[in-house]
């Protein structure tokens, strides 16, 4: 169950791929922060080389599958939240306000790719339904995603007593 950017299927008529149609998809795309991206000079580069960081659901290469709806929905609130936050924030100037505020477009499109998974996941018999939330909760597990800065652990103390002769 994958979905563009539109929230429209992909793949939809394909019920299975080879193994090897897997891997070269695969190979194709890099992962982001709600789906993947299939923009060849981007996914040449390891996911370093895009213009519009964190701007995927404006790109056509972006698709986005059921596993990610957590993740959606979560930015989804995310992008509300700092909307109202920063439509208070009575201290900033217009233009600066301005940058920082999610657009209305950005705000609808998320809100109309989850409004498109949650249908085709309600169009599906309780059994599909089932088997999806099971492959979904699996992948979830194993997925690790990590945004931002690394963390650096604390040095490990010097165990080792100094010898004083």
């Not at 897997?22 to 194709?28: A, D, F, K, P, Y």
């Not at 000079?41 to 213009?51: D, E, I, K, L, R």
């Not at 690394?150 to 002769?165: C, H, K, M, S, Y």
């Amino acid at each position: 169950m994958q979905f563009d950017r539109h929230g429209k299927r992909v793949w939809r008529q394909v019920q299975g791929l080879l193994d090897s149609e897997h891997v070269r998809r695969e190979i194709g795309e890099v992962a982001t922060a709600y789906g993947v991206c299939r923009e060849p000079t981007n996914v040449a580069a390891g996911g370093h080389s895009c213009p519009l960081l964190f701007r995927c659901l404006g790109r056509e290469h972006f698709h986005t599958d059921v596993s990610y709806l957590p993740d959606l929905e979560a930015y989804h609130a995310d992008l509300l939240r700092s909307r109202e936050k920063l439509m208070s924030a009575f201290e900033a100037d217009d233009w600066a306000r301005a940058e920082a505020m999610p657009s209305q477009e950005e705000i609808r499109r998320v809100r109309r790719l989850i409004n498109r998974v949650k249908a085709d996941l309600d169009d599906l018999a309780e059994e599909e339904r089932a088997q999806i939330q099971q492959a979904v909760s699996v992948i979830r597990r194993g997925r690790s995603v990590m945004l931002g800065m690394p963390r650096i652990g604390q040095p490990l103390p010097d165990v080792q007593p100094r010898r004083t002769a």
